[in-house]
C-alpha cells in the first residue's frame, strides 16, 4: 500500500511539472542574463543609501541637523557637524557622516525625516564584499554614489490650518455677565440719616 501511494505521488508530481513547462512554453522569456543584462530598479526601491548635493554648487545638501541620526533605529549612522557653518553655503556641514552597511536595515526612515533632501535610498545594488569592515561607507564615498541619482526637492505640503468652528445659529447665545453695579456710597444712600454734626 506504502509502494502504491509513493508511485501514485511521483506521477502526480511528474505530471503537474509536464503541465507547468507547456503552460510556459509560449511565454517570453523572463529571465535576464546577468551580469551582462541588468533589471532596471523601481522607482521607490530600497538600496544602498546615498548623500544628496546640490548640483549648482556641488555641495552637500545635508546640513548636520542629526535627525537621521536620532531616528535610525539600529544607529547605523554616525556623523560628526561641523563648527562653524560654511561661508559660501552660510549652513552647517558634516565634517563625518558614517553609515555602518552591515546593520543598515533599509528601512528608509532617515529619508523621511530628512528636510533637506540630503540622504536617499536608490536602486543602486551589487556591494558585496569579502571583508565586511569595508561596508562602513564614509561621508565621501556616499556623496560620490549620490552624484547621479537625480536631484529632486520634495514637495512637502505645508501643514493646513485648522479652520475655526462655524458657530451654531440655533444654539443659544452665551448669556452676557452682567456689568457690576457701581457701589453706592454710605452718604447717598437712600433712606438713610446722616449723622448729626
Ligand atoms: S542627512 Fe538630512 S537629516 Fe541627516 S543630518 Fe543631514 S540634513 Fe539632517
Ligand atoms: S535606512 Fe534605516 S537603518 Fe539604514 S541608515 Fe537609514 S534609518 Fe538607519
Known amino acids: 500500500m506504502r509502494a502504491a501511494r509513493q508511485v501514485w505521488s511521483g506521477v502526480y508530481n511528474l505530471v503537474l511539472g509536464l503541465v507547468t513547462v507547456f503552460k510556459h512554453l509560449g511565454h517570453k522569456a523572463i529571465t535576464l542574463q546577468y551580469p551582462d543584462e541588468r533589471m532596471p530598479m523601481f522607482e521607490r526601491s530600497r538600496g544602498v543609501v546615498v548623500l544628496l548635493s546640490d548640483p549648482e554648487t556641488g555641495k552637500l545638501n545635508c546640513t548636520a541637523c542629526m535627525v537621521c541620526a536620532r531616528i535610525c533605529p539600529v544607529y ?85 490650518a485648522k479652520a475655526a468652528p462655524k458657530a451654531d445659529p440655533t444654539s443659544p447665545k452665551p448669556e452676557e455677565p452682567a456689568s457690576p453695579k457701581p457701589e453706592e456710597s454710605p452718604e447717598e444712600s437712600p433712606g438713610e440719616d446722616k449723622p448729626e454734626a
Open 76 to 160: 547605523a549612522i554616525d556623523l560628526e557637524r561641523s563648527e562653524e557653518p560654511d561661508p559660501e553655503t552660510k549652513k552647517r556641514y558634516p565634517v563625518k557622516f558614517e553609515i555602518d552597511n552591515t546593520t543598515c536595515a533599509f528601512c528608509g526612515l532617515c529619508e523621511e525625516a530628512c528636510n533637506f533632501d540630503a540622504i536617499k535610498l536608490t536602486g543602486k545594488y551589487e556591494f558585496s564584499v569579502y571583508d565586511q569592515k569595508t561596508l562602513l561607507y564614509d561621508r565621501d564615498f556616499l556623496q560620490e554614489l549620490g552624484r547621479d541619482v537625480p536631484y529632486e526637492k520634495k514637495k512637502k505640503p505645508l501643514p493646513k
